[in-house]
Each structure stands twice: as C-alpha cells, then as structure tokens.
C-alpha cells in the first residue's frame, strides 16, 4: 500500500513542480521568490536529481518490507538544500502525506541542539567548559564516593560517570510530569563510574546541562533555546516545550508501532528528563541548523556561534585512546561504510531519528521515521534497521570512502604474559542500579577469552595487542578494543569506541551463574509440587511458597519476552499486572520466615524422613535466594 501511495505522490509533485513554473511568469512571483530564499536556501537540482533518483527506488520496498509509514530526508551540502523530502504517511488512517514540514519527535538528537546552546553560552563567557557543574547549581547535592562534581566538558562528552535511566523517564499524562527543577531534586542519581574516565551514555548529563542554561540564563532552558538558538536560525517550527504549541501540536506526525501483524499508534507523552529528549522540530527546521553549522555558525547572514567554536563540534574532543572512535562535544564519530562522520542518533519513543554531519564534505543530513525503535522485548524493530541501512545508503551516494591511515598489526611479545588480566565478561557500562533494566547487564555483554597464543578472543572476533590495554581486531585491522584501568590499576573497562563501553562483570552479574542459580531454585520448588500432594511433608505453606515463587520467574520470564507487557510502556509507567508480579517476592519472603516456624517443629519430628526436612529446608533457602535475586536485579515493589 506505501508503494501504490508514494507513486501517486510522486505525480502530484510533478504537478506541483508544472504549477510552479506557471506562477513564474507573473511579476509578483519575483517578490515571492526572494522571501522564499531568505528563509530556504536554494536547491542544487543537479545533485538532487540523482540522489532522489536513488531514494526513490531504494525506500518505497524497503519501508513496505519494514513497516515503516514515514520517512524524512533532508539533506543539505555546500550551504545549500540538496533534498528535502517525505515518504509515505504521516497519518496512517487520514492518508496524510509525510513531508519535510511535518513535526517529528527528534529524541536524543535534542542533545547535540542543546549542547550547542550551551557552546553558545561558553562563547559568552558565561560558562566554562572545565568548571564543575556545581559552579552553577547551588541547589542540587552532587557528593557522592567519586569526588568533586563532573564538569560540563564531561556532561557535553559523556564522561560525567553518571548511568543512565529508563523506567519513567516520561510522563503519559501532562500531569505526571514536572518541570526540570524538581525532577533533578527528586531523582539525580550517585555516579557509577570515575568521571573523565570513560564515555558512557547518560540523559543526565544533558537533564544537568539544561538546568545549567536556566541557571545562567534566569531564563526556561526551553525558552532560552529559543532565543539563543531557533529564533536566530527562524526555526519556526521547533521547541522544546511541553506542552507543544498548539500550531506544532496539530502538524505532529503520528507515531506507530507494528505488532500483532498490525499498525498500533505510540500515544504522545511528556518528557521529564526533557532537555536532552524532547525536542520536536522538522526536518526544514533541520535543514537550517545543519547549513549553519557546516557554514561556520552563519546562516543568512545571521551568526549563532564563532568560527572559532566550530571545531568543538567537528573535531574530536574526548576519546579512551587515539585508536579508538571519540567524540565532539556534542556528536559521536561514527565510520558510515568507510566514509568518516560525525553523528547523533534520537529515539523518540515512537519515531526514530538519525542526524549525520560530514564537514569535509559540507554535508548533513537529517532522517526520521515515525515507527518506533523498539519491539516489546526492546529489540531492534525492522524499522530501526531499514532505518540505519537508509543512512548508510545516502552517505555512499554522497561521498568518496575517506582515506584511513591504519596501523600495521605488531603484536607486542610479552602479551601472552597478562593476557588473563583482560578475560572475563563485561557488561554495558550505563545501566542504572535503580531499576530493573539493570537486567541489561545481563543481556547485552561481552565475553573476552584467552586464545592461549597472547590473543582474545572478543565476542565472535579475534584480537592482538599491539599497545598495553589496546587490541586490534585481526578480521577489521581498524577496529580496535581498548581496556581501561580503574585507579588500583586493575583491568575495569572494555571500550569500543565513543559511548559503547563495558564494564567487567563480577561472579552475580554473569550469565552462566544465574542460569545455575535460577535452575537450582527452579527445581527446587517444582520437586516440592510434585512431591507435596503425594507425601504432605511439612505444613501446606511449603507448597503454596513453591507455586508462588514458580508463578513469579514465569511472569519474569514473560516479562523480559516483553508478552506481560510491552516494555516501551516502561518507559512511561510501571503497569499494574508488573507492579502484582513485583509483589510476589514480598508475599513469598514473608511466608517464608513463616515456614521457618514450621521446619522447626518438622526437625523435632522423629518420625519425618530426614529426606522430607533436608528438601522443606531447601524450599526454604532457595525461597530467600530468589528474594536476594529479585532485590539484586530490581525485580521487587
């Protein structure tokens, strides 16, 4: 159906191109014309002829195959607009056509926009990179075991060491949510890692940033964004506030997901940690910032930032090793298919978003599709991969592969001798210890093994150690892992460039013990229910504790596959069938204590087989087990 659609549009665009070029021959449309490219800047049909060609053929199959309703791509080269164009619906039901003016939720692409209002404010003097952020927030408690505060060069970089969070992270309601203020009071969380020491993803450092504008400014950081950076730029159609205007509120692209072989609206919600999130603009808004930045902070005349700064943007500004990919202070260095770039990618619960910059080039490019990220088990959707292999598409059409200079594979002759320091498994470094997608740690790791020839092996690849910490990748000569050392100078650290960073598991985070602790207590409390009914060992409790605790890892089970709930919805509110299952530990631990009573009086049974005690005991202890794993992992009320 999106491909039927899309070619009708097509035609319609070719009748609007012939209307156009009517309205032309009349004098007034010369005045028309200049007012147009004050605010556009003109298109380079050349070069826009060819890449929509491509596009054209490339996205109508691909977005039906992937579920993808809407696509915007805009993309800019040279101070000019090479193509601004949509793809398929904005609405779905209406037959709504997507186009570059349509409102997208842009996600983390807010942040790269928000640092560069602060990069604004630097420039004024009235921040300083290296100053610690309490040097501008009095109000907010930042002691905690890792010493003075972070600064804003390591909020900008994502080296502040804070984790980052999830769960009710937004609001469904206008009513849940609150304004900047009282969510940094009531929520910041303690670093988890050494500040400076790592780059580690977290909306935090972006929450802080924000407040740090409104504290400077005496000004909303929403409003300050405004006058600093989208009413210079006539971003007209961009904000960060929420409620949204009631003008961008109405052209808001909807969002939806696709399950149950079907298409399910996203419905809008709030965002609390909002100055690294909640951005909403389009993809003509998009085009403007994107010209003004590769444009040494101009655009119209109008300059938003020094040449000087410029290169905080474009250069790299904090890396683990020079090996390794970095960051500006406000993109990521990413390789797209050979070709360099710096980018920032924006899930806005509902849309995804990709904003890529190539200034050697003079490119950018913006894309958004209104499908959401994640399917209920916060997996990849196809969407998310269309959607990734699209920028790849468009960067190779743009540009020549950029030349890298990568270092010759010289193995050091002493590697084998430590090489043990580095094994073991590693888990993402960002997960929050507040909540229960701390269970993160346990899925997405890394598992590093000794090769037993002074190489590792490195999830599926393996690697060499041509400097101290730092490991080359036999397969990719240039990819590179680079371990990081903690003070006490142990391994603590497994880098793979810019925010994709792990941490060294200890024995409670590794897979195989849990799988083993899991097992043995899920046995355990089967062999009771099998058991019970037949030989009524003990009090009746024993067995209802067993079914209980079994009902509870089947819901967790249930609950991980994203079938209890769908865990985007997590990201909002805590559903009511989670919050019974993450009662159960309570009910269950409390009855256990009970049991305890009971084992007693069933040891002090001479006539009780010491089978039955010694498996009413193990009942017992792996009841109090599961509590520990519960509470361990934040599976509990």
Do not use: C
Not at 403 to 429: C, F, M, Q, W
């Amino acid at each position: 159906m999106i491909k039927k659609k899309y070619f009708n549009q097509k035609k319609l665009n070719i009748l609007m191109v012939l209307f156009v070029l009517m309205l032309i021959s009349y004098p007034l449309s010369v005045e028309v014309q200049a007012s147009v490219s004050d605010v556009t800047p003109a298109v380079d049909h050349v070069s826009s002829n060819k890449l929509e060609v491509v596009l054209d053929e490339y996205l109508p199959e691909k977005m039906e195959a992937a579920h993808v309703p809407g696509v915007v791509v805009v993309v800019v080269k040279q101070g000019k607009i090479l193509l601004s164009k949509g793809y398929g619906y904005a609405d779905l039901n209406n037959k709504t056509p997507m186009t570059s003016q349509k409102a997208v939720r842009a996600g983390s692409v807010s942040k790269p926009v928000l640092g560069t209002v602060v990069l604004q404010l630097v420039e004024q003097g009235l921040i300083k990179l290296n100053a610690p952020v309490s040097e501008y927030i009095a109000d907010l408690d930042f002691k905690d075991d890792f010493g003075p505060a972070s600064t804003i060069a390591q909020l900008l970089n994502h080296q502040s060491g804070y984790p980052d969070t999830i769960v009710k992270s937004h609001a469904p309601t206008i009513e849940g949510w609150e304004p900047l203020s009282k969510v940094l009071a009531a929520d910041i969380p303690q670093r988890t890692m050494t500040p400076g020491t790592v780059l580690s993803y977290s909306s935090w450092d972006y929450a802080l940033l924000g407040y740090v504008i409104e504290k400077v400014t005496g000004l909303p950081y929403e409003e300050a964004a405004a006058k600093y950076l989208f009413r210079p730029l006539d971003m007209q159609d961009t904000t960060f506030l929420q409620p949204l205007p009631t003008k961008i509120n109405d052209n808001l692209a909807i969002s939806y997901g696709y399950l149950d072989g079907k298409y399910q609206v996203v419905p809008h919600d709030f965002v609390r940690m909002s100055p690294g999130v909640a951005l909403v603009t389009n993809g003509q808004d998009m085009s403007k910032y994107m010209i003004a930045m590769l444009n040494g902070g101009i655009l119209g005349g109008k300059r938003i930032l020094k040449k000087k700064t410029i290169p905080l943007i474009f250069e790299r500004q904090a890396s683990v090793h020079a090996f390794s990919r970095g960051r500006s202070y406000i993109l990521a260095e990413k390789n797209f298919a050979g070709r360099k770039a710096f980018y920032h990618d924006g899930n806005g619960i509902g849309f995804y978003n990709r904003l890529i910059f190539m200034p050697q080039h003079e490119v950018g490019i913006f894309l958004s599709i209104n499908h959401r990220l994640f399917d209920r088990s916060m997996m990849l959707t196809r969407a998310a991969r269309m959607m990734r292999s699209l920028s790849v598409e468009i960067v190779k059409n743009l540009s020549p592969e950029s030349e890298v200079k990568i270092p010759d594979i010289t193995p050091l002759s002493d590697a084998k001798r430590r090489i043990e320091r580095y094994t073991g498994n590693y888990h993402i470094a960002h997960v929050s210890s507040r909540d229960f997608f701390q269970i993160e740690a346990l899925m997405n790791k890394v598992s590093v093994k000794d090769n037993g020839d002074g190489t590792l092996k490195i999830g599926s690849n393996n690697y060499v150690e041509v400097e101290p910490l730092v490991f080359q990748s036999k397969k990719t000569p240039s990819f590179f892992a680079v371990f990081v050392e903690n003070k006490q100078g142990e391994v603590d650290y497994l880098s793979f460039g810019g925010t994709g960073t792990y941490k060294k598991s200890n024995l409670f985070d590794g897979m195989n013990f849990t799988i083993l602790l899991i097992g043995m207590i899920t046995v355990t409390f089967l062999s009771m229910l099998v058991i019970w009914p037949i030989k009524r060992q003990g009090h009746w409790m024993v067995f209802a504790v067993s079914l209980l605790n079994l009902v509870y890892i089947v819901g967790i089970v249930l609950l991980a596959l994203g079938i209890l709930a769908d865990l985007l919805i997590l990201f909002k509110m805590i559903p009511l069938q989670v919050q019974i299952l993450f009662s159960v530990p309570w009910i269950s631990g409390i009855m256990t204590l009970g049991l305890i009573v009971f084992l007693i009086k069933l040891w002090k049974k001479e006539s009780a087989p010491m089978w039955g005690k010694v498996h009413y005991a193990s009942v017992i202890v792996t009841s109090f087990a599961l509590f520990w794993f519960a509470n361990y992992w934040n599976f509990i009320l």
